[in-house]
């Protein structure tokens, strides 16, 4: 049973194009957490989801970001116009019920440049 | 909202020494406290949790302990081992809620040789 898949690892956007961040989560859990991760700090809730509905977005920015988990495929965080702040480690999560533990993916690294 | 404070920030401690790492929460309907290893370049690891109705828990050489009247629970580590070098996070949480966690900012523990 693969673990929480993110991709990409890695990935450097310029000032205003966009980033989309993939999650794919544990076989069998139709939960999933987006948390980011700044520097030296720990993480930060953004949006849980189950599929195709957003449970409680309220650690996500009012604007550019956005989330969805369709009933087909991986969850997308969506970053549009990136900025320099954007910069940070971008975890997402799944557990097989509300609440059940949750296992955390790699992370996908966001440099703006 | 929840507020999670963490002490230490660093840690470094003797080979086969414990360890110790303390954390407070502020939200009093927080009941459930998981702590997460996380090691360079890697996702969180849920490591060991303890819901509120319990006052300690144990696993081999770790073991958690939460005082609900002082909002405060503690990690502890015995016996330390090389590969017990991470940072470490202490999180809160109310189950019914998802796995919305508040995150401390993370100790970095060293173990020397």
């Known amino acids: 049973n693969a673990g929480v898949m993110q991709n990409p690892r890695h990935l450097v956007r310029r000032r205003g194009q966009e980033a989309r961040l993939r999650c794919s989560p544990m076989?069998?859990?139709?939960?999933v957490y987006w948390y980011r991760q700044l520097p030296e700090e720990g993480l930060k809730f953004m949006v849980y989801?189950?599929?195709?509905?957003?449970?409680?977005e309220s650690g996500m920015p009012k604007e550019r970001f956005s989330a969805e988990f369709p009933k087909e495929g991986p969850s997308i965080l969506r970053i549009q116009q990136v900025v320099r702040g954007d910069s940070a480690a971008y975890f997402c999560?799944?557990?097989?019920?509300?609440?059940?533990?949750?296992?955390f993916g790699q992370g996908t690294r966001l440099t703006v440049v | 909202g929840e507020n999670v404070e963490q002490h230490p920030s660093t840690l470094s401690v003797q080979e086969g020494d414990s360890a110790v790492i303390k954390c407070t929460y502020s939200?009093?309907?927080?009941?459930?406290f998981p702590w997460y290893k996380q090691e360079l370049g890697k996702g969180p690891q849920l490591i060991i949790d303890?819901?509120?109705?319990?006052g300690e828990k144990k696993d081999q050489r770790i073991a958690v302990t939460l005082n609900k009247t002082a909002k405060h629970f503690s990690l502890h580590i015995t016996e330390t081992q090389p590969e017990d070098s991470a940072v470490y996070f202490c999180?809160?949480?109310?189950?019914?809620?998802?796995?919305?966690?508040?995150f401390g900012t993370g100790t970095q523990l060293k173990v020397e040789l």
């Open positions: 989801l189950q599929k195709e509905n957003i449970i409680d």
């Open positions: 303890i819901r509120s109705n319990v």
């Open positions: 076989k069998g859990h139709s939960h």
């Open positions: 999560a799944s557990s097989p019920q509300v609440n059940g533990e949750a296992f």
């Open positions: 939200d009093s309907a927080s009941n459930y």
């Open positions: 999180a809160a949480g109310i189950t019914g809620g998802g796995n919305k966690l508040t």
